[in-house]
């Protein structure tokens, strides 16, 4: 018996050209909002927001997760427009005051996860 896995059969392995044609289809905005989401879900599964809440919660995690979504909705809003960056953003501010509310000992106005970029966030 081998503990190596069993070669990739290459009928089932996608054609990497066929794959960058596929997302040089997909437009920037897209991209962008779908990269958004992904980071949002995953900081609200560290704030403990997600089913099972408590034993997932990790704001070390959180932290990091709504810094680098503050940064690319900043960045990003001139690029996406005022339609899909306002609810990035209000996305972002939700994120943002659930982190202060779970913290033990909150941050200092202007110092919480990704208020560099975004400024204070206050109720």
Known sequence: ?????????????????????????????????????????????????AEGGERHQDLDEARKLITALAGLVTAGAGEIGTYHAAPLRDGLKSLQLAFREASAVPDEPGQGPGEKYTGPVIR
């Open 1 to 49: 018996m081998s503990d190596e896995a069993p070669a990739p059969d290459p009928a089932e392995t996608p054609d990497v050209a066929d794959l960058t044609r596929d997302i040089a289809d997909v437009p920037a905005v897209e991209v962008i909002t779908t990269v958004a989401v992904h980071l949002m879900s995953s900081a609200a599964v560290n704030l403990g927001l």
